[in-house]
Nanobody, 124 residues
Framework: QLQASGGGVVQVGGSLRLSCAAS?????IAWFRQVPGKDREGISC????????YYANSVKGRFTISRDNAKDTVTLQMNSLKPEDTATYYC??????????????????????WGKGTQVTVSS
């Protein structure tokens, strides 16, 4: 089961922390985001053992993913937020311990489980 939380409204340059309650916690956990009319964008992923991570170029240097397997939680710390970060954010998981990345992208088709989204709005 996956459950995302922590969305809200923040001003440009602000920060938000999203959490994903993930059970079982041995799988890789990924974050995607989607705006109406566009495909889901894979933005970050952390391997099941938490040692390898992936970031999309659009968030690299601003977002940090981490996991606490003792608490079955994966956190996405989002800093220096921009209006273009406004989207519905989803946590997802493949049926493996590794993140599925092809080239520079993490396709949504690689995920087997999805949680409900949480809205993030960055206001200018």
């Amino acid at each position: 089961q996956l459950q995302a939380s922590g969305g809200g409204v923040v001003q440009v340059g602000g920060s938000l922390r999203l959490s994903c309650a993930a059970s079982p916690n041995s799988y890789a956990i990924a974050w995607f985001r989607q705006v109406p009319g566009k495909d889901r964008e894979g933005i970050s992923c952390i391997h099941g053992y938490g040692r390898r991570t992936y970031y999309a170029n659009s968030v690299k240097g601003r977002f940090t993913i981490s996991r606490d397997n003792a608490k079955d939680t994966v956190t996405l710390q989002m800093n220096s937020l921009k209006p273009e970060d406004t989207a519905t954010y989803y946590c997802a998981a493949p049926n493996t311990v590794a993140c599925t990345v092809i080239g520079d992208e993490m396709p949504a088709e690689g995920m087997d489980y999805w949680g409900k989204g949480t809205q993030v709005t960055v206001s200018s």
